[in-house]
C-alpha cells in the first residue's frame, strides 16, 4: 500500500468553497460506503488494535484514523467485514472482521457508536459521533446458507454485496468469466431473503446480468456501495447507465468510489498493460513478493502510472446525477482497500475537497446533503420498511442451493 498523505486542497477549489464544504459537512457529514480498514488490520498487525491504534496518527500505514475521519467529516461508516473469496473458511473470517469492527466500537466509545437503523444513524449524529455499520463483501460469506445470512443480519451486518471478484455458485461478479448468467433461483432467493431480513443488496463487484437480475428480483431499494459510472470510465466493475436509469424506480443509491483504476480510463489501461507484463515475466498481476515487485518497479519506471484527482471522481457523479438524479447518488471511497488514491482524495480526510470542487461546478447545497448523508440514510430506513411488511407475510426461507438450483450447484 503506498503511504497516505494528508489531502491537500486543489489549487482550482477555492479556499471558500473548501470553508464552505465543511460547513455543509458539520450539519450533513458523508456517509461512506465502503472502507476495508478492518481487513487492514487484519493483514498489518493480525487485529491487535493496539498496534494500529486509530486514535493516534496512521498516515504511515492506513488512510483511516479517528482524527482524519473528523478532518473529513464522515459521519457514518459502512465497515467492510471484507474476506478474500479465493480462500477456505470465509464464514469464520467474516466473524473475525465483524469481532474487529466490534472492538473498534467498544474501544473509541466517544468517537464511534454502533448503528443497526437508519435511526441510529441519525442519533450518532446529534451525538456528534460517527455512526458504524457494517457491510459484507461477497455472498461467500454465507457459504450457500440462508441461516449464514439471518446470522450476519443478527451480528449487525447491514448490507451483502452479492459477489467480490470471483463468481460463486450463485451469482456472476464483474471480473470472472460468466457462468450463471446472473443470478440464478437461489441468488434471486437470497435477494429475498435479504430483503426480508431487512439487509440491503449491494452490487457493486457484481456482474451488470447479476445487477439486472438483482432489480428485478428486489422488494426493497438496492445500492452499490462503492461503484462509479461505466460510461465515464469503461470498467466492468462501473455501472452501466441502463442501470442507474433504474434507480430512481427501485429507490436505490450508487455510492461513487475513488480508485484510480475504476474512475480514469488512463489507469484502467496502464493497469491491464502492467497486469499482462507480470504474466509474462511469470507472476500472478497480483504478486508482492520480492521478485513480484522488482518486475513491477521496474514496468513503472518506464511507464508512470497515471494519476487521477477530484475531478476525475466529480466527472463521474456529474453523469450519474444527469442518468440517475441526485436523489440516487452517494460515496464510498473504498481506503484501506486501494494502493493508490486520486490526489486530493488521498485519505478519508479528504472529503471536503470532493464537495468544494462539486460546490464549485454549480451543485446545490440542497443536492450536497441528498449526496453525502440523506440518501443513504433514507435506502437504509427504506429496508427497514420492506422488511416490517414482508415480516407480517411470510417467515424465514428454508430453501437450500440444492432445492432450487440442484444438486449440480
Excluded at 67 to 78: C, D, E, S, T, W
Aim: hydrophobic share 40%.
Amino acid at each position: 500500500m503506498a503511504s497516505p498523505t494528508s489531502s491537500p486542497t486543489s489549487s482550482a477549489t477555492s479556499t471558500a468553497s473548501l470553508d464552505e464544504a465543511r460547513a455543509l459537512l458539520a450539519d450533513f457529514p458523508v456517509v461512506d460506503g465502503h472502507n476495508d480498514l478492518p481487513w487492514a488490520l487484519r493483514e498489518q498487525v493480525r487485529y491487535d488494535l493496539g498496534a494500529r491504534d486509530i486514535a493516534a496518527d496512521q498516515s504511515a500505514h492506513l488512510h483511516t484514523d479517528l482524527a482524519r475521519l473528523r478532518a473529513g467529516g464522515v459521519g457514518a461508516q459502512f465497515w467492510s467485514v471484507y474476506v478474500r473469496s479465493d480462500l477456505p473458511g470465509a464464514v469464520t473470517a467474516t466473524l473475525e472482521q465483524i469481532d474487529c469492527v466490534r472492538r473498534l466500537i467498544d474501544r473509541h466509545p466517544s468517537d464511534l457508536r454502533a448503528a443497526l437503523t437508519a435511526a441510529d444513524m441519525e442519533a450518532a449524529r446529534a451525538q456528534g459521533r460517527i455512526a458504524s455499520l457494517m457491510g459484507a463483501e461477497g455472498g461467500h460469506s454465507i457459504d450457500n446458507s440462508l441461516a449464514a445470512l439471518r446470522g450476519l443480519y443478527a451480528l449487525g451486518v447491514r448490507y451483502m454485496t452479492l459477489t467480490h471478484n470471483d463468481n460463486i455458485a450463485w451469482a456472476d461478479s464483474a471480473t470472472d468469466v460468466p457462468t450463471v448468467g446472473g443470478l440464478s433461483a437461489f441468488g434471486r432467493e437470497v435477494v429475498r431473503e435479504m430483503n426480508r431480513e431487512g439487509m440491503l443488496v449491494d452490487l457493486s463487484h457484481v456482474a451488470a446480468t447479476t445487477m439486472r437480475d438483482a432489480l428485478d428480483t428486489s422488494s426493497a431499494p438496492v445500492i452499490f456501495s462503492h461503484s462509479s459510472s461505466r460510461a465515464v470510465c469503461d470498467h466492468p466493475r462501473n455501472i452501466p447507465d441502463d442501470v442507474l436509469e433504474r434507480l430512481p424506480a427501485n429507490g436505490g443509491v450508487a455510492m461513487v468510489t475513488f480508485v484510480p483504476k475504476f474512475v480514469l480510463q488512463a489507469a484502467v489501461d496502464w493497469t491491464a498493460a502492467a497486469d499482462e507484463n507480470m504474466r509474462a515475466n511469470g507472476f500472478h498481476h497480483l504478486d508482492t513478493t520480492p521478485d513480484g515487485m522488482k518486475v513491477h518497479r521496474t514496468f513503472e519506471e518506464s511507464h508512470p502510472r497515471p494519476v487521477a484527482t477530484v475531478s476525475t471522481v466529480a466527472d463521474h457523479l456529474d453523469h450519474m446525477r444527469e442518468v440517475a438524479g441526485v436523489d440516487h447518488l452517494g460515496i464510498g471511497g473504498d481506503y484501506d482497500g486501494t494502493a493508490f488514491t486520486p490526489d486530493g482524495l488521498d485519505d478519508v480526510s479528504g472529503y471536503p475537497n470532493l464537495i468544494a470542487e462539486l460546490l464549485d461546478r454549480g451543485w446545490s447545497k440542497t443536492d450536497l446533503a441528498k449526496l453525502t448523508w440523506q440518501n443513504a440514510v433514507r435506502v437504509l430506513g427504506a429496508a427497514e420498511d420492506v422488511a416490517r411488511g414482508l415480516q407480517a407475510t411470510r417467515g424465514p426461507s428454508v430453501a437450500t442451493i440444492e432445492s432450487l438450483d440442484g444438486d449440480g450447484a
